[in-house]
């Protein structure tokens, strides 16, 4: 069963385009990355998931429940981090669990202050003395207390210093193994990488690309550094097809290939290389490829 | 249900507390001046017969001979402090959902939860209510206390203060439906308090206008004060059913539109 489906989901303001023809299929107890650059339109999807924004195109499900007609009933089995949460001024975990128990029905108090212990938050704190990465931190708090289905999280490591980014990312990966799905927004390529399963770009309201974490490195060229024993042999070397030479400086070729490293190194052992280096999958570019806009800017 | 009504307590019981003790005081003192007031009244409207005009514009009624102690009672449930404070109250509290919690950015966390936005303005309207209750209640206190030092032929019966209590009830659910229908279709809080201080206001003008200005007597039937008429209570002994109808179908009408229009409104904090 898909926990999370869109089909042809649009919001436009005007003749503005919020988002178009999206299409998302997030199946369970996966870590979906949701990934754009700033004004993409990252936001205007989460919204119109969660029922903020009404599409004027197209429907969003989540759980098999239409997102705009069925919003609070969905709600019940998500839990949401706005990007940019703002909260209320007087509220602390203490404060916000019974609010949250309430408005749930459910037990959160243990679960709630477990995660600010975890979180490293002092339970008594009120907003309106904390700092940006102890908001964000409330906010995760109030999104996970309780055990969902969903987990949507826009933008969620805005705020936080490495180590606790690195203690949510682990969170995360627990609550995807105990069964939850992640919807997971950022801009940054780098988490999602090392988080996702799978991945969605979206550019100019649009999903470019939509697919397995694992395929996009496959199908990621790589970067080699090739030292050959002379100058001479560097420069007179035919390389093989596969091989695109970027520069060549005295002994070395700086080049890149695609696919598997096999056929690469039983060449490289045929040659009169004294050292070479090939690097990992290079998402960053296709990635950039995915970001750059239709007239070549980025 | 029960998650949102304790958020909206903690956020609004202390403002509502506030206003609560001030309206009683303010309908303390406002009774305890009374009499003074009435000794002079005779002899100022005597020495400047225009006053008549005034009075009677901030009664609400036609004044026919002499002013009696009893009529003068009305002036403690129309004062424009009494209004300006009920009014003040209500215009914040209305204003806070869905208006205040767009222009602070904190409606994500609270549509987040499993609430439907019609359950969250009901758990706002209940609170609305009873912060009006409280006010209200608050202010026939102060009533009570101040009236301990009237001559008791001058006191008016307590069946009668209960009708301008429910008079004013309704005044103040007509305002806050119209307040809840503005804020529905505001991201701004400010826009919206400013929007609503602004028809009050003018509510309030056209009202006194009306009562010794012919042209604006056309206009009288918009002011939310033409419905509200404790002066005619305490002369006439009844409430006026007719304006009671008004101020419910007013108030409800737009609660129902506010309603409605904050259930399928676009949210949108960025």
């Known amino acids: 069963m898909t926990i999370l489906a869109t089909r042809n989901l649009g919001k436009r303001y005007g003749s503005k385009v919020g988002v178009e023809d999206v299409n998302l299929n997030v199946e369970p107890a996966t870590i979906f990355g949701f990934l754009g650059p700033n004004g993409a339109g990252k936001t205007t999807a989460i919204r119109l998931l969660l029922g903020f924004l009404r599409p004027t195109s197209g429907e969003a499900r989540i759980l098999g429940r239409d997102c705009w007609r069925e919003s609070h009933r969905i709600k019940r089995d998500v839990g949401y ?51 940006r990465g102890m908001r964000q931190k409330l906010g995760l708090i109030l999104a996970l207390a309780h055990e969902s289905k969903l987990i949507v999280l826009d933008e969620p490591t805005s705020g936080l210093d490495p180590l606790m980014q690195l203690s949510l990312a682990d969170l995360l990966r627990e609550r995807a193994a105990n069964g939850s799905t992640i919807f997971f927004s950022s801009h940054t390529l780098n988490e999602v990488e090392q988080l996702c399963d799978r991945v969605a770009i979206v550019r100019d309201g649009h999903i470019v690309t939509d697919e397995p974490l694992d395929d996009l490195r496959r199908r990621a060229r790589r970067r080699v550094e090739v030292r050959f024993q002379t100058e001479e042999a560097a420069s007179t070397i035919v390389p093989p097809t596969h091989l695109d030479i970027v520069r060549r400086d005295k002994d070395r070729w700086y080049a890149e290939f695609d696919g598997e490293a096999g056929p690469l190194t039983g060449w490289l052992g045929t040659q009169p290389v004294r050292d070479f280096l090939i690097g990992p999958p290079d998402l960053e570019t296709i990635f950039r490829a995915f970001y750059r806009n239709k007239d070549g800017s980025s | 249900m029960r998650g949102v009504l304790l958020k909206i307590v903690r956020e609004t019981w202390l403002g509502t507390l506030l206003f609560s003790v001030a309206l009683l005081l303010v309908e303390v003192m406002l009774t305890l001046v009374l009499p003074q007031i009435l000794d002079q009244m005779d002899v100022m409207l005597e020495r400047m017969p225009f006053m008549r005009d005034f009075v009677a514009a901030l009664l609400g009624i036609d004044i026919e001979g002499e002013i009696t102690a009893q009529l003068m009672q009305a002036f403690v449930w129309v004062h424009p402090t009494v209004m300006t404070l009920l009014w003040a109250n209500e215009t914040m509290f209305c204003t806070r959902f869905p208006a205040g919690e767009i222009d602070r950015g904190t409606i994500d966390v609270l549509l987040a939860l499993p609430v439907s936005r019609r359950t969250i303005y009901l758990c706002e309207t209940i609170g609305w209510l009873a912060g009006g209750a409280l006010m209200i209640g608050a202010g026939a206190i102060g009533y009570t206390i101040g009236s301990q030092m009237m001559p008791l032929e001058n006191r008016p019966e307590f069946g009668l203060v209960l009708r301008i209590l429910f008079n004013l009830y309704c005044v103040y659910f007509a305002v806050g439906g119209v307040t809840f229908l503005i804020s529905s279709l505001s991201e701004r809080r400010g826009r919206a308090v400013f929007t609503v201080f602004a028809i009050v206001v003018a509510s309030f003008l056209a009202n006194f206008l009306a009562q010794f200005w012919s042209p604006a007597q056309s206009l009288a039937f ?39 229009i904050t259930a399928r409104r676009n949210i949108c904090t960025t």
């Open chain 1, 81 to 131: 981090l706005a990007g940019d949460v703002r909260l209320y001024p007087w509220l602390t975990v203490r404060r916000a669990l019974p609010i949250l128990e309430g408005a749930r029905r459910q037990a959160l108090t243990s679960a709630g202050m477990a995660l600010a212990e975890r979180f490293q938050l002092d339970p008594d704190k009120t907003v309106r003395k904390m700092s």
């Open chain 2, 222 to 260: 918009v002011s939310v004060l033409e419905y509200y008429q404790p002066a005619s209570i305490l002369r006439t002994g009844s409430l006026a059913s007719g304006d009671v109808a008004v101020l419910l179908l007013v108030g409800g009408l737009t609660w129902l539109a506010g309603c409605e």
